[in-house]
């Protein structure tokens, strides 16, 4: 066992500046030192012992503690709020933000006040070093706000080791708890075909982590997920040949058929490759580790395309093996632990939260997941399963939806309406509707890219059935739409609402123009 | 009376881009050739004729036919949408876009791919003409969508004159119907001060319509409330001197204290000179009928701004004279058309809405006070009053609220709890979260930038009763929060809602780190 050094926090009170300072310093760099925020003169025993303090880990915390219980998370890491601010949500959104802005930069190049950008390929390491740089900042706040403002207890920047259901060692200090609540997160699923080791193989993680070198002016992403099309994008955005691999078809997650056309079209349109039906067979090395070339599978036989950057998005892994050798915890197929609808695992008293758990590994289920995990442990039974909830991702758009696309809503409904922008017409995408907040100038003079946006309803009822959106600025409207959805909302119910014109989302005001039609029609 | 020219398009079906090229060719060149989309094979009476093809009309006149009515629309242009694709909200929105893009390029001059803005001072023309000759786009699509999606008839292009009650008169020939619609719309309050005549001195309609030279590196703005500012605000991301002449306090209308701050704070910071308390008294020609410079009341004495550019914001005035001498309608001191909440003025069968009936002269009160208008008029009763609506408006930001201010709160409920970001922290705004689309660069290396939001909530009853945001992408949300706020949203229906993380609105995560307590606190 190694020396540890024992940083207690507790009876301070840091400014999210100095977390900043302290982080820094032991970030990567200093693993024999263990942040302490531990009331040693509470003599309670712990309600919970929250392994990994990421979103669950820490939402689940504040809900317990909230409640009146006492707990403790433990983290490898010297901070908390887990891998979306250091290498998922944080990095993807400021590279999805890049890439926004690289497209209007390259759609108005030498024009107006924009830089000629022909030709031009702009440093992805720069974004990688500033985001490495900023990545701070939501730590330290995350530091400081479960510390001064919910209460919360921790012991960071040292792993915890399980030594039985109510007993974690970490640091050399044993903690003893009523429950185990297990949030250890997933990992990128590795690739594994010849070269995958080399150098110069990336995921979203080892990205931020470890990328020390300019990529070569064509890139290769393997996948056609969520993770690949946002990264791809962005790379694309740069002035990269991008070239994704995938195995199936891209962006099969997008249920809108015509939605997914449209943001299929438009990534193209930027110049992204998107080879379906293939799959990477090896990567050549360049004779010092490096990457050189991938050697891929197509439709049309083997290609190799001379790269010295290849990104991987092949999706998540629970990390599940720890806790399961520990506890023996039940696993399922994909490595996520097995848990019940009060995140109950099979072994009593250990719950299990967030990614961990697996599908879907999205922020809300994390924290949500935690938050369930802490009404149970306090006594209050709850029952927790995601369902009917909307959805997004990035291209160099923002894409949104919820609800029913239109062909899973003519499965099932007889009379479906649909109402969307730019309406069906000769003119096809080539209108200057739908407008608003960061379309603008494409709406201007380049009208086909000023976004699209489709409403299916159920004539019969009235009611909303699906929302489906490509532009920016309505995935924040999405989560409270969907709320408004599942009440039952209807065509009439929207055209009483108060829209904020230019509005993102033009589902008021279209509904409105049919809302008076005894039968309704699409528009 | 002039020759007039009948473009009869009624039996034809024009692609939105034939109508682009229609509009183009008439557009304040050909005021004498008139488009008459009539069905006069139809020989029932018009239910309503819609003086006004602007937002408030179109939507009437599409309520009013899906209810089984006939109704015709009479605007002076040859398109339809009014001054809002004209000269209003789409020009206000390409403004602020670029005001945005701009703020980001200065801050990042230099870095990434962004060029070295200092001392650049960029096009205001290049971007007028940019829209003027986008605006056709948008133009286009309400006369392929009203005649083709809607059914509606109209006649553009020609001023309609009001013969009596039940008739107009328009191009010629005369059209009467059992109601009379008035949606004139409104106009720029004048400038009346010495000089105010000039060249030079603009309103947001003149801007559009006129601007054709390259104003000074010095700009002066009359006023204070929303128009000033987004015009303000993108004047000065072009890197001119804009100094905003305030009679009293910028940006009153901004309900929360904090909010406001931060939102002028941001301004300041960004160089836009705010004198408050202050006054322009009359402006300098240069000798050839330009403005050579303003002389202005400050508390400091009497001061002169050389410029050759003046905007005017000072409000807007209801076009009421004519229908009032027309009709003897009865007329309230803000030169607006008096109606009561079925949109009825003082003479029976006339009704008036939008911008004409005055504040608030927002897109969703002129389109629904048409709606409801519509309703009257087919036989069912409908009272319309527009409150609690929510608003916004831009800066270089986005800001928007609904609700209670923070003060309006404690005013009325003795427990108010603040949920805020970033929270009460000796670093102030010195934190990098809130941080979403369009805010990931400032969030990594200028988090003071990165935005400012505030929920304000009964602690008693655990209800919302305001929120407050400035930063991008919540806007669109807003318009359905509110209606969930009205309903009695409160903090933990907050907590168990699917976030679409980063969401623009924190008030999902923040709300849920707090709603295990029972009883709230500040966070």
Known sequence: MTTTKFINV?????????????????????????????????????????????????????????MGGRQLIIDRWPFLGGSCPHNACVPHHVFSDCASELMLQRTFSGTLWFPNMDGVVTSIKDVVDLFRRGRTGPHA????QSKEQLDLEYVLNAPGRIVDRHTVEVAGRRFTAKNLVLGLGARPQALDIPGSGLKGVYSNVSL?????????????????????VEYGSFFSATG?????????????LIPDAEIRTYVLERMKEQGVELWEGSEALRIEDDGKDGVEAVIVR????????????????????PNSEMP???????????????????LQTSVPNVYA?????????????????????????????????????????????????????????????????????????????????PASDRTMLYAMAKPHMSGYQKLVI????????????????AKDAFQYLNVLVKQGLTVDDLGEMDELFLNPTYYIQLSRLRSGCQHLADL
């Open 208 to 228: 931020v982590e470890t990328l020390d070198y300019e990529p070569s002016d064509t890139i290769v992403v393997l996948g056609g997920g969520k993770t690949a």
């Open 353 to 433: 939260i967030g990614d961990l758990i697996g599908a879907p590994m999205e922020m809300f289920k994390a924290r949500k997941s935690g938050m369930y995990a802490a009404r149970n442990i306090m006594g209050v039974e709850a029952h927790y399963e995601p369902k009917d909830f909307p959805d997004f991702l990035h291209t160099h758009y923002e894409v949104s939806w919820l609800g029913l696309s239109e062909a899973e809503a003519r499965a099932r409904y007889k009379n479906v309406v649909i109402i969307k922008i730019p309406p069906n017409s000769p003119d096809g995408l080539n209108a200057a509707l």
């Open 10 to 66: 507790h009876d301070e009170k840091l400014t999210i500046e100095q977390w900043g300072n302290l982080i820094e310093s032991l970030d990567g760099k200093n693993m024999d030192a263990a942040i302490f925020n531990v009331d040693d003169k509470d003599d309670r025993e712990y309600d919970a012992i929250f392994l990994g303090g990421g979103a669950g880990g820490r939402f689940g915390s504040a809900c317990l503690r909230a």
């Open 141 to 144: 706040m995350m530091n400081y």
């Open 324 to 342: 399961a050798r520990a506890l023996s915890v039940k696993v399922g197929p994909s490595n996520e632990i097995l848990v019940n609808s009060q």
């Open 458 to 473: 159920d004539g019969d009822s009235r009611r909303v059935l699906g929302a489906h959106h490509v532009g920016y600025g």
């Open 298 to 317: 197509t439709p049309d036989g083997e290609k190799r395309i001379e790269t010295n950057f290849v990104f991987t998005a092949l999706g998540e892994v």
């Open 240 to 252: 990269r040949r991008t070239i994704l691999i995938v195995r199936t078809k891209c962006l099969k």
